[in-house]
Nanobody, 123 residues
Framework: VQLQAFGGGSVQAGGCLRL?????????????MGWFRQAPGEERDFVASISKSGGTTYYTDSVKGRFTISRDNAKNTVYLQMNSLKPEDTAVYYC?????????????????WGQGTLVTVSS
């Protein structure tokens, strides 16, 4: 499975961005998907995940109420809508998939990773 994430950029605090991640396989609809981020000098952290059907989602506490993960299985694409961005959201954002339908919050549960897209939020 090849994943390509895009949509990153530079915004001011309070702004919005929508990240997209396109998957190469038609079996996308059987995979749970996740978004993770990694700030300079930090470990890669969980942001949000979604089950294969989209019926179950998880968020890290710091983004609840601001970020929304969604997916369009017909387009093999998962999205991360990011609102009310804060400087602490600055990081490289990665999408990932796992070959199981259930979403999880653990980095090691995910099998395939995209190349990352940089999000910079200035104060």
């Amino acid at each position: 499975v090849q994943l390509q994430a895009f949509g990153g950029g530079s915004v001011q605090a309070g702004g919005c961005l929508r990240l997209s991640c396109a998957a190469s396989r038609r079996t996308f609809s059987t995979y749970a998907m996740g978004w993770f981020r990694q700030a300079p000098g930090e470990e890669r952290d969980f942001v949000a995940s979604i089950s294969k059907s989209g019926g179950t989602t998880y968020y890290t506490d710091s983004v609840k109420g601001r970020f929304t993960i969604s997916r369009d299985n017909a387009k093999n694409t998962v999205y991360l809508q990011m609102n009310s961005l804060k400087p602490e959201d600055t990081a490289v954002y990665y999408c990932a998939s796992r070959v199981w339908p259930q979403a999880t919050t653990e980095v090691h549960d995910y099998d395939y990773w995209g190349q990352g897209t940089l999000v910079t939020v200035s104060s």
